[in-house]
């Protein structure tokens, strides 16, 4: 009996030996687990340089993870992209409108896990964007309709045509006018467009149209003359008028019957006046009375003149008539005798 109960606690005390220790070394366990913590590895993008024009070239480098893949770099302001040594890229920038641009990188990191960055350019080409406008048709007549388009940059504002030809216009889509042709004169008409841009820059642009109503010019009536009477004596005032174009610049008359030149007064009208004397030194018979306007000769009348006292006119020549039972020998006729007397009754 005594035997069995020193096995026993032989073999009590042996088993809490043993679990001492492991006690133990689960115990100095726990602290170096909680010690262990996984840091995420950092992704990023950078571009240089940040601003460029289309046509550039740029430069990229990225921050991944050793072992990476699948590595990609997209935005709609680059074309041609190259990746390089893993690490790095280049592109060309493409033909964009001015603005500020994303680009992103994707990729797998070397656990499968999925990487993903940004980076921002800047494109601006530092031209002025185009502006136009245009007018259909480019000829027409008072009353008609026509319509205009512009070309402007998109988020432009306060667009605005006007012409002294044109009236009622309206706009329409924003690219876009109607308009009515003013009674204006014929002949050729400036269009402006005027407004601001996107960005408060001003934007101007004109067009041209011509208007044509196809309605014959009015012609000038004929210069004219026209004197008091159409005789005269030395020393006589003969009353002279002449009718022009309003915009005549001088009018007058020359005669020797008047001993020259009479000038003559306008009344802004296209209406000279003046007076003529017949010269005193004039002979007895016919004179041109030569009429001009603008320095050209327009007309010529006829005028006669009795260099004596008698105011009486002299007879035209086409007026001399042959006398009643006369020969053209040049001879007067023969007078009547009485025996004649009785057979005329």
Request: proline share 6%.
């Amino acid at each position: 009996m005594r035997k069995a109960l020193t096995f026993s606690a032989i073999a009590l005390a042996s088993s809490m030996a043993l679990a001492t220790p492991a006690v133990a070394f689960a115990a100095d366990s726990v602290p170096t687990a909680h010690a262990v913590s996984a840091e995420a590895a950092s992704v990023a993008l950078k571009v240089s340089p940040s601003s460029a024009k289309p046509g550039d070239s740029v430069q990229m480098s990225m921050e991944v993870p050793d072992g990476s893949t699948n590595l990609s770099i997209s935005s709609k302001a680059l074309e041609n992209v190259k990746m390089t040594d893993g690490r790095g890229a280049t592109a060309t920038v493409a033909k964009v409108a001015d603005g500020n641009y994303g680009i992103s990188l994707t990729g797998s990191g070397p656990k499968g896990e999925k990487l993903q960055a940004t980076a921002q350019i800047t494109v601006k080409d530092g031209k002025t964007a185009p502006v136009a406008l245009k007018v259909s048709p480019s000829s027409a007549k008072p009353g008609d309709s026509v319509q205009m388009s512009m070309e402007v940059p998109d988020g432009s504002t306060n667009l605005s045509i006007s012409s002294k030809a044109l009236e009622n216009v309206k706009m329409t889509d924003g690219r876009g006018a109607t308009a009515t042709v003013a009674k204006v004169a014929d002949g050729n008409y400036g269009i402006s467009l005027t407004g601001t841009g996107p960005k408060g820059e001003k934007l101007q642009a004109t067009a041209q149209i011509t208007v044509k109503d196809g309605k014959p010019a009015p012609t000038p009536g004929a210069s004219t003359l026209s004197l008091s009477q159409d005789h005269g004596k030395p020393g006589d005032k003969i009353q002279v008028t002449i009718k022009t174009a309003p915009n005549e610049k001088s009018a007058f008359i020359k005669s020797d019957a008047f001993g020259g030149q009479v000038n003559l007064k306008n009344d802004g009208k296209g209406v000279w006046t003046g007076t003529a004397v017949v010269a005193k030194d004039v002979k007895t018979g016919y004179y041109g009375v030569d009429a001009f306007a603008g320095g050209k000769k327009f007309d010529t009348v006829k005028f006669s003149t009795e260099a004596g006292g008698s105011s009486v006119k002299p007879l035209d020549p086409s007026q001399h008539k042959t006398p009643k039972g006369s020969v053209n020998t040049g001879q007067a006729p023969i007078g009547w005798v009485p025996s004649d007397a009785a057979d005329h009754g």
